[in-house]
């Protein structure tokens, strides 16, 4: 079965950078997957802001990057602020029409 | 504007079946493939079905195959999710999401809240 793994939580304070990853359990994260990293914030559906590894979506501030780093994806955050306090999910395609979640990061930025 | 807007949810008992909907507006519905998305109380986000634009493939979570039956009728632009044999960790907020050609889920709903429980 294949496990999606994410830091359960990250700190970062104001100004700060921080790299948040996704791996697998078996087997290393490539371009392949088409990695995307939607935002949470209580009581919202997530959103979008990073897909296909590497491309900010729409309105999303360039203090947000993804990459491939070793064996996973990493979304980086350069100059985080409060606004960026949030759950982080990723997610990879699998093939063949199949998804899967990473458990998520709890963001605190302070 | 691009819109989903789901239904349907409620508190079922053990054993029951729902069916939520989904009716998407401001794009072209048969044009996109489509996928529900789940999240338990206090947990995270968790794939459970999605269909095709064109032949309406369909794939399903192992947790649900053989309980859910994802469908779609393009003429109504509303996509589907018929629940059965619902368990209480079936439990969660369900979400509908529109997939991209990146394999991204790029507009989603507001969800729907499904509580099984006796």
């Known amino acids: 079965q294949t496990v999606v793994t994410q830091e359960p939580s990250f700190s970062v304070s104001p100004g700060g950078t921080v790299t948040l990853t996704c791996g697998l359990t078996?087997?290393?994260?490539?371009?392949?997957?088409?990695t995307s990293w939607y935002q949470q914030t209580p009581g919202q559906a997530p959103r979008t802001v990073i897909y296909?590894?590497?491309t900010r979506s729409s309105g999303i501030p360039d203090r947000f990057s993804g990459s491939i780093l070793g064996n996973k994806a990493a979304l980086t955050i350069t100059g985080a602020q409060s606004d960026d306090e949030s759950d982080y999910y990723c997610?990879?395609?699998?093939?063949?029409?199949?998804?899967?979640f990473g458990g998520g990061t709890t963001l605190t930025v302070l | 504007e691009v819109q989903l807007l789901e239904s349907g949810g409620g508190l079922v008992q053990p054993g029951g079946s729902l069916r939520l909907s989904c009716a998407a507006s401001?794009?072209?519905?048969?044009?996109?493939?489509m996928n529900w998305v789940r999240q338990a109380p206090g947990k995270g986000l968790e794939w459970v079905s999605g269909?095709?634009?064109?032949?309406?493939?369909?794939l399903y979570a192992d947790s649900v195959k053989g309980r859910f039956t994802i469908s779609r009728d393009n003429s109504k632009n509303t996509l589907y999710l018929q629940m059965n044999s619902l368990r209480a960790e079936d439990t969660a907020v369900y979400y509908c999401?529109?997939?991209?050609?990146?394999?991204?889920?790029?507009?989603w709903g507001q969800g729907t809240t499904v509580t099984v429980s006796s």
């Open positions: 997610v990879l395609y699998m093939g063949s029409g199949i998804w899967v």
């Open positions: 401001g794009f072209t519905f048969s044009n996109n493939g």
């Open positions: 078996s087997g290393s994260v490539s371009t392949r997957y088409h």
């Open positions: 269909i095709s634009s064109g032949l309406g493939d369909t």
């Open positions: 999401a529109r997939r991209t050609a990146y394999y991204d889920m790029d507009v």
């Open positions: 296909n590894t590497n």
